[in-house]
């Protein structure tokens, strides 16, 4: 059985809002959060809130920050989801120190970089079973149903037993690292940050219908075995449900 957690707000600033005093939460509990972030959209508003709200809200020197997937690019390219993070996070607030960011090394042999990706986990994070566990992992979901970057065609990376693999885009075939179901549902905490109207159908199927949505999307497949999962959703999202 599921342990989950729907918050619906009223847009994306107050999802914002209500996702910081979900980790402010966190952070009294826990001595440090090792936090995986996600890329895309609903990310960028949550980091431009904390910069403009949260310099002395939250003890950035609680927090680790790790990234559930990265493009197969530079660091300062334009698709990197470091360089978003970097520009709307860590370049507005720095009390973030430089030892406490791990970003996939975008730029390195994919597969070398999946190894090497995975020994960082496991030497820096907590492991349930000899597999890292993160406090709290945050997740988008793609118009697809994608989750980190592990897209519906490739829905057998999944279950790789490794923490991290090389997938790629469907469309594009753009390779890029991501974090596989193995690590994601070994957290203690996983918060799905969904957004816009195009996600609600399959925000309706996922919640009301999951088993059927196991099959074809990845991001049903989110079900932290010892942890909780929680969804933050805009009423656009949410609308169907
Ligand atoms: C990526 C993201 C991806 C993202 C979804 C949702 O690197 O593309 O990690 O998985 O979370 O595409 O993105 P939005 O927040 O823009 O809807």
Not at 118 to 128: D, V
Not at 152 to 179: D, M
């Amino acid at each position: 059985m599921i342990k989950e957690n729907i918050n619906v707000y009223k847009d994306t600033q107050d999802l914002s809002e209500g996702f910081t005093l979900f980790l402010l939460k966190l952070l009294e509990v826990y001595p440090h959060v090792n936090i995986s972030l996600s890329g895309g959209s609903t990310p960028k508003v949550l980091f431009d809130y904390w910069a403009e709200h949260c310099k002395e809200r939250i003890d950035w020197n609680k927090i680790s920050f790790f990234w559930g997937d990265e493009r197969c690019v530079s660091p300062d390219d334009e698709m990197s989801n470091f360089k978003m993070t970097k520009e709307h996070l860590f370049d507005q607030l720095p009390q973030i120190k430089d030892n406490s960011i791990f970003r996939i090394k975008g730029e390195s042999n994919p597969d070398d970089e999946a190894v090497r990706y995975s020994k960082i986990l496991a030497t820096e994070l907590l492991t349930k079973n000899s597999i890292p566990s993160f406090e709290l992992v945050v997740l988008g979901m793609g118009d697809d149903g994608h989750t980190a970057s592990i897209f519906p065609n490739q829905i057998q990376l999944w279950n790789e037993k490794s923490s991290c693999v090389v997938a790629s885009h469907p469309e594009t075939g753009k390779q890029r690292i991501s974090l596989t179901g193995t690590v994601i549902n070994k957290a203690q905490h996983v918060a799905f940050l969904v957004t816009g109207e195009n996600k609600a159908e399959k925000i309706k199927e996922m919640i009301e219908n999951r088993s059927v949505a196991k099959s074809k999307y990845p991001a049903a497949l989110v079900n932290p075995e010892q942890g909780y999962l929680y969804w933050f959703l805009d009423e656009k999202a949410a609308s169907l449900l």
